[in-house]
């Protein structure tokens, strides 16, 4: 059987992947903000949080590659090192 990763492994040339991955995250992040204020608007509190919460964080992982993708701003060390609190929140 033919799987839909054997597929789609090799329709996108590498280099192009991750350009592509980060402005998805990009522009997703921006479409739930919106839709968080359109549910806003609809007295939706509920949708409202879920959506610009979710949209808030893939725009920022998104920001985040775009910046380190492109223009090669370095991470801070102090996100790397290690604290009583873990690894697992700075590692996400």
């Known amino acids: 059987a033919v799987t839909l ?12 992947a991750v350009p592509f991955a980060v402005y998805g995250f990009w522009v997703g992040g921006f479409l739930q903000l919106l839709v968080g204020i359109f549910e806003a608007t609809r007295n ?10 979710f949209g808030c964080f893939w725009l920022a ?6 910046l380190t993708t492109y223009l090669d701003v ?3 060390p102090e996100l790397r090192e290690k604290t009583p609190w873990g690894t697992l929140i700075k590692d996400a």
């Open 5 to 16: 990763s054997k597929l789609v492994d090799n329709s996108v040339e590498p280099a192009f």
């Open 44 to 53: 939706n509190i509920y949708g409202a949080t879920a959506f610009t919460a």
């Open 61 to 66: 992982n998104g920001l985040q590659f775009i």
């Open 74 to 76: 370095p991470e801070a």
